[in-house]
C-alpha cells in the first residue's frame, strides 16, 4: 500500500514563501509523475503541478513562474516550492502519484492521494 505524506505548510504573509514536501512509501516511486493539486475552501480541487519520471514538469497558469515542483528519486520525495505567495493560494495541498510515468492535469489518473497540508497566505 502506497502511502504520501505531505509537509510544509503553515501560514505565510503575501509575498512570501513556502516548501512542500511529499514523502511516498512506494518503491516504484522514481516510475510515476507526482502531482500537487489544491483545494480552496468552497471550491473544486485543482491541479497544481506535475513533475514526470523524466523530470519534465507542467504548471497551472496560475503558478507559472511562481512554483517550481521537483523530485529526488533516491529519497522518494517531490517538492513544490512556492514563491511570491499570494492570498488566492490560500488552499490545502495534497501531493498524488500518477500511475503513469507521464502525468496530466486530470486528477482520474492519480491513484494515491496524501491527507493534504494546509497553507494560508494572508494578504
Known amino acids: 500500500q502506497v502511502q504520501l505524506v505531505e509537509s510544509g505548510g503553515g501560514l505565510a504573509q503575501a509575498g512570501e514563501s513556502l516548501r512542500l514536501t511529499c514523502t511516498a512509501t512506494?518503491?516504484?516511486?522514481?516510475?510515476?509523475?507526482m502531482g500537487w493539486f489544491r483545494q480552496a475552501p468552497g471550491k473544486e480541487r485543482e491541479f497544481v503541478a506535475v513533475?514526470?519520471?523524466?523530470?519534465?514538469?507542467n504548471y497551472a497558469d496560475s503558478v507559472k513562474e511562481r512554483f517550481t515542483i521537483y523530485r529526488d528519486n533516491d529519497k522518494n520525495m517531490v517538492y513544490l516550492q512556492m514563491n511570491r505567495l499570494k492570498p488566492e493560494d490560500t488552499a490545502i495541498y495534497f501531493c498524488?502519484?500518477?500511475?503513469?510515468?507521464?502525468?496530466?492535469?486530470?486528477?482520474?489518473?492519480?491513484?494515491?492521494w496524501g491527507q493534504g497540508t494546509q497553507v494560508t497566505v494572508s494578504s
Open positions: 512506494a518503491s516504484t516511486f522514481s516510475r510515476h509523475a
Open positions: 498524488a502519484m500518477n500511475l503513469y510515468a507521464l502525468g496530466r492535469p486530470d486528477q482520474k489518473e492519480y491513484y494515491y
Open positions: 513533475i514526470n519520471y523524466s523530470f519534465s514538469v
